[in-house]
């Protein structure tokens, strides 16, 4: 993990789960289908492009699941600016691992 997320791990991973539960929540509704973690896993490889391909949604869906780890990393560590930018990327990067890791934990959430 990075040094930003270090800070407070496990409020870093319930970050990331939130995210993800966002991500697959809203593949849901979009697709009708509540076995989606595993299509998700296999596209977030081509972030974000696949994901907004898969979900017709014009970027809603990754654009909200950017925001929200920016917002809670603004929250939780006053961060701000190119450190931000960081931080997000890496939170984003940390998401992408727990989805593809637990794919099972995401199914009919």
Do not use: C
Not at 89 to 104: F, G, R, T
């Amino acid at each position: 993990m990075t040094e930003i997320m270090k800070r407070n791990r496990k409020k870093d991973e319930a970050a990331a789960i939130d995210m993800n539960d966002t991500l697959v929540a809203t593949a849901e509704r979009r697709l009708k289908d509540h076995h989606v973690a595993s299509k998700l896993a296999a596209a977030i490889d081509n972030w974000p492009d696949a994901i907004d391909e898969m979900l017709h949604d014009g970027g809603a869906a990754t654009s909200d699941y950017r925001a929200i780890a920016e917002g809670y990393l603004r929250d939780a560590y006053s961060l701000t600016d190119a450190e931000l930018d960081t931080a997000v990327d890496q939170l984003v990067a940390a998401a992408h691992s727990e989805l593809k890791a637990n794919q099972k934990r995401f199914d009919d959430i």
